[in-house]
């Protein structure tokens, strides 16, 4: 069993990463929620703080002494970002500042996983899709930025210090437990809770013609670990399915998968301020190094994404009930 440290672990991927890894390995994780909300870590393995606490950071990390750490910890929500850029900068920047620092502080350096973003990429040419690694970075958001500026910290830490660092450019995931802070969730929300009559049939929608490259979340926490095990240090991989949705198409299939007659309205509240067209990557070279690809159909994840939107307002009503 590898003893393995998450941060971020009480967030979406953190969760199903837990899952993945739970029955084979000795799991601890660090995350800013209350020790209560994480039922599916040991409580004894967990601690509830800031990342951005440099001193809890290195006393947690020089206990736990891990064989492989799995930086989830971040900001993620690109409205979010423009609402607070300097928060954003500090926890996703400033905290794998003090994540890497407790790392030195190890005899054994643990191999790391830094899990960055598509949205580094920015403003992709149609002509230049799908993207490839080796693609420049162009931030066009604060969120972007922020990861950017994680990707290259990594590399660099690599380099200077010779720490095992792989970075994961994750293109956009989902599935079951995913906020209503992005698209697939926010339109499986609003269904699940059109369907229990707490609304109108109208879904409120933004955007629909960006397209993007989703993968199921539980595809992509096995490439993390996948990569954590075989990948090159040093490197940087592309986690994605190579396919692009438009959102008005994943609206199609989960209205699809509704039990009542739905229609929609524009919001225009959720337009951002920004907003790439499409994005769509090339995964060739994480099949290539680690022997990775997608799994998960992307009907089969609406469907289950659909289904916990639907379980979840159920054991709420319980509760209030």
């Known amino acids: 069993m590898a003893r393995v440290l998450i941060t971020g672990v009480a967030g979406f991927a953190g969760y199903h990463l837990v899952n993945l890894l739970r029955h084979e390995h000795e799991l601890f994780g660090f995350d800013h929620k209350l020790k209560a909300d994480i039922q599916y870590l040991e409580p004894a393995n967990y601690r509830q703080m800031n990342i951005n606490d440099k001193q809890a950071v290195v006393d947690f990390v020089k206990a736990v002494k891990p064989q492989y750490i799995f930086h989830l910890a971040a900001l993620s929500s690109v409205p979010q970002s423009w609402?607070?850029?300097?928060?954003?900068?500090?926890?996703?920047?400033?905290g794998e500042l003090n994540l890497f620092a407790a790392a030195l502080e190890l005899e054994a350096k643990p191999k790391i996983l830094v899990a960055c973003s598509s949205q580094e990429y920015g403003k992709v040419d149609q002509a230049d899709m799908p993207i490839k690694e080796e693609y420049p970075l162009l931030p066009d958001n604060p969120y972007a930025a922020s990861?950017?500026?994680?990707?290259?910290?990594g590399l660099q830490y690599y380099l200077g210090y010779r720490l095992p660092i792989i970075r994961s450019r994750s293109f956009n995931?989902?599935?079951?437990a995913q906020t209503e802070a992005f698209v697939?969730?926010?339109?499986?929300?609003?269904?699940?809770?059109?369907?229990?009559?707490?609304?109108?049939?109208r879904i409120m929608v933004g955007n629909l013609e960006a397209k993007r490259d989703f993968s199921d979340v539980r595809d992509v926490v096995r490439a993390y670990w996948m990569l954590a095990e075989t990948g090159?240090?040093?490197?940087?991989?592309?986690?994605?399915?190579?396919?692009?949705?438009?959102?008005?198409e994943i609206l199609e299939r989960l209205?699809?998968?509704?039990?009542?007659?739905?229609?929609?309205?524009?919001?225009?509240?959720k337009n951002r301020p920004s907003d790439i067209p499409i994005l769509v990557g090339d995964n060739r070279k994480i099949k290539s190094d680690v022997g990775w690809q997608p799994e998960i159909p992307i009907d089969k994840t609406l469907a289950d994404l659909l289904d916990w939107w639907r379980e979840k307002l159920k054991k709420n009503e319980s509760v209030e009930d």
């Open 184 to 201: 697939c969730s926010d339109f499986a929300k609003q269904i699940a809770e059109i369907e229990a009559g707490r609304r109108e049939p």
């Open 83 to 94: 609402a607070v850029p300097e928060t954003t900068y500090r926890v996703n920047i400033f």
């Open 173 to 176: 995931h989902t599935g079951p």
């Open 232 to 248: 090159v240090a040093g490197e940087a991989y592309n986690v994605c399915s190579g396919t692009a949705y438009s959102a008005g």
């Open 255 to 269: 209205l699809a998968l509704s039990r009542k007659k739905i229609t929609f309205a524009v919001d225009p509240a």
């Open 147 to 153: 990861k950017a500026c994680q990707d290259i910290l």
